[in-house]
């Protein structure tokens, strides 16, 4: 089994910043992908980004191009979400998931992750 533990939520005023961590740990992957997605009260859980184990390929939601960063440190089996200009509608559940096909066409789609983390919650005030 993989866990995974997502660490760095919190409350932010708006325009601020916030880096999200997540650490995977357990039976590991030569290579797997890694991706964040968050739930916002009464939503659906949606895509935000997705990196590749050699990150040959890295994809944003429109929603957070050019303020969200995602990146990762293999070695730490670590992938982090660098957040800034935040804004109220980033408000939510942050969770890491990963990819055990390191996969790329559905990056997007929940069901092409196979363990998911708890969650962390980011609460960006006006």
């Known amino acids: 089994q993989v866990q995974l533990v997502e660490s760095g939520g919190g409350l932010v005023q708006a325009g601020g910043s916030l880096r999200l961590s997540c650490a995977a740990s357990g039976r590991m992957f030569s290579s797997y992908a890694m991706g964040w997605f968050r739930q916002a009260p009464g939503k659906e859980r949606e895509f935000v980004a997705v990196?590749?184990?050699?990150?040959?390929?890295?994809y944003y939601a429109d929603s957070v191009k050019g303020r969200f960063t995602i990146s990762r440190d293999n070695a730490k089996n670590t992938v982090y979400l660098q957040m800034n200009s935040l804004k109220p509608e980033d408000t939510g559940v942050y969770y890491c998931?990963?990819?055990?096909?390191?996969?790329?066409?559905?990056?997007?789609?929940?069901?092409?992750?196979?363990?998911w983390g708890q969650g962390t919650q980011v609460t960006v005030s006006t």
């Open positions: 998931a990963l990819d055990v096909n390191n996969g790329r066409t559905t990056y997007y789609a929940m069901d092409e992750y196979d363990y």
């Open positions: 990196i590749s184990w050699s990150r040959e390929y890295i």
